[in-house]
T-cell receptor
Framework: QKEVEQDPGPLSVPEGAIVSLNCTYS??????FMWYRQYSRKGPELLMY????GNKEDGRFTAQVDKSSKYISLFIRDSQPSDSATYLC??????????FGAGTTVTVRA | DADVTQTPRNRITKTGKRIMLECSQT?????MYWYRQDPGLGLRLIYY???????NKGEISDGYSVSRQAQAKFSLSLESAIPNQTALYFC????????????????FGPGTRLTVL
């Protein structure tokens, strides 16, 4: 079993819809949770960073962490065609090494 | 991406050949990483280096070696390439002083697409 599970999709939504992405994990030592966005033929770039449980909002993006369920989510409100990308969840214990999910490919249709 | 550069961007080689992928960074970061990305498997850590004299194996280091020539340069070598090493390879960097404890943001290069025939 992988340490981090993420549905690879693909996910296709109309412009303006809410995009919901999630990951589950098995390592209870994880306490730092990230979402990276990767455009085609580019390297991943950090989108959201959360420590421990709770919610974090940044513009149209909201990250949620539920450590009791070992479940994290990313919501994109009012999605735009420019949000079309692969979204990777990543998490870390206090050892500075990241464990990544497989990534979910999202297409927002104009 | 311009702060972290990778060469070459694309490479096609044959089984048994020795290949070197190079990574350079101008961010002044002390930590550098090599990952490979495969469809359905995400990013997996091959090697990482927390400073010039520190090299550590990641989860999939077999068949790979690395060299940290300077703080800004970290090379990945495939001594004898095999087809299942066909993948997208990423270099990343992070700054141990910026994390505030626990973890630090990793910045990725644009990737090298390697095909082993």
């Amino acid at each position: 079993q992988k340490e981090v599970e993420q549905d690879p999709g693909p996910l296709s939504v109309p412009e303006g819809a809410i995009v919901s992405l999630n990951c589950t994990y098995s390592n209870s030592a994880f306490q730092y949770f990230m979402w990276y966005r990767q455009y085609s033929r580019k390297g991943p770039e950090l989108l959201m960073y959360t420590y421990s449980s709770g919610n974090k909002e940044d513009g149209r993006f909201t990250a949620q962490v539920d450590k009791s369920s070992k479940y994290i989510s990313l919501f994109i409100r009012d999605s735009q065609p420019s949000d079309s990308a692969t979204y990777l969840c990543a998490m870390s214990a206090a050892d500075y090494k990241l464990s990544f999910g497989a990534g979910t490919t999202v297409t927002v249709r104009a | 991406d311009a702060d972290v550069t990778q060469t070459p961007r694309n490479r096609i080689t044959k089984t048994g050949k020795r290949i070197m992928l190079e990574c350079s960074q101008t961010k002044g970061h002390d930590r550098m990483y090599w990952y490979r990305q495969d469809p359905g498997l995400g990013l997996r850590l091959i090697y990482y280096s927390f400073d010039v004299k520190d090299i550590n194996k990641g989860e999939i280091s077999d068949g790979y070696s690395v060299s940290r020539q300077a703080q800004a340069k970290f090379s990945l070598s495939l001594e004898s390439a095999i087809p299942n090493q066909t993948a997208l390879y990423f270099c990343a960097t992070s700054d141990s002083l910026a994390g505030g404890g626990g973890t630090d943001t990793q910045y990725f290069g644009p990737g090298t697409r390697l095909t082993v025939l």
